[in-house]
């Protein structure tokens, strides 16, 4: 298990069930995919993205977190779904983040 995966061990079903894609990615190789993930997550639940595991303690710890992870992947599809395909392809990333949060 990798160190992501180990920080993420208790908060990814969580994610998983809420946000399918952002779990996958999560859940997936670590790369600079997982780290646009992380940076995603961070800045909804309002953490540092450079902090994996305050990351993963701020979506534990945030009763609403089933809802924002929707929403967050619900407003971010489409780049979520050219992450995860270029993820999947091993493609290198050239994605400006612009998240989305209403």
Do not use: W
């Not at 997982?34 to 303690?57: C, G, M, N, Y």
């Not at 971010?76 to 493609?91: G, P, S």
């Amino acid at each position: 298990m990798t160190a992501l995966k180990e920080i993420f061990k208790d908060v990814l079903p969580i994610i998983e069930k809420a946000a399918p894609t952002i779990g996958g990615i999560i859940g997936g190789p670590a790369g600079v995919a997982t780290s646009f993930v992380i940076t995603l997550l961070a800045k909804a639940f309002d953490a540092h993205p450079h902090d994996a595991k305050h990351v993963a303690e701020c979506i534990m710890c945030d009763p609403s977190a089933e809802i924002k992870l929707k929403q967050l992947e619900l407003y971010n599809q489409d780049l979520l779904a050219t992450v995860k395909r270029e993820k999947d392809d091993n493609k290198p990333h050239n994605i400006e983040i612009n998240i989305t949060m209403k």
